[in-house]
């Protein structure tokens, strides 16, 4: 009934879990917890391939994570940051809302 609704502020609704390989990649990149905006999740993949060195220093839109855990996760060797389907499909099976 409307009096018991749950209330969860807009700041919780966009919240994603992670699952452990991806919270382990975004970890390694200096993300800290458990719940990411998409936004978050983004910018701490973009770190980790800075990080690690997986994108090609001359063709700096390549990504090459073969032999990687992110190349695990993505089931890719490299990937082109200017397509960006790759990554989305693997965020729809690794993140989980953590809305409640
Ligand atoms: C538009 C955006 C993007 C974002 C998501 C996607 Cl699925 C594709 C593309 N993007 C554009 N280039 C990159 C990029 C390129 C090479 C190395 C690292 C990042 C990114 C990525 C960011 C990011 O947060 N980007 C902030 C600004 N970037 C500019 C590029 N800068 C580097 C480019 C290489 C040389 C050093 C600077 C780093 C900051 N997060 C990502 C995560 C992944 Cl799984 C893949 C790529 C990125």
């Known amino acids: 009934a409307a009096e018991n609704a ?3 502020t ?6 994603m879990r992670p699952r452990l390989p991806l919270l382990k990649i975004l ?3 200096g993300a ?3 719940t990411f905006t998409l936004k978050e999740v983004m910018h701490y993949l973009g770190q980790y391939i800075m990080v690690r060195q997986l994108y090609d220093k001359r063709q700096q839109h ?4 073969g032999g990687d ?3 695990e996760l993505l089931g890719l060797e490299s990937f082109s940051v200017k ?3 790759p ?9 989980t809302s953590a809305a409640m």
């Open 10 to 15: 807009l700041g919780q609704v966009n919240q």
């Open 62 to 65: 390549m990504v090459y994570c």
């Open 83 to 85: 397509d960006p389907s």
């Open 27 to 29: 970890q390694a990149a």
């Open 32 to 34: 800290q917890g458990e």
């Open 6 to 8: 749950c209330r969860i």
């Open 87 to 95: 990554v989305y499909d693997m965020l729809k099976r690794n993140l």
């Open 69 to 71: 855990q992110l190349g």
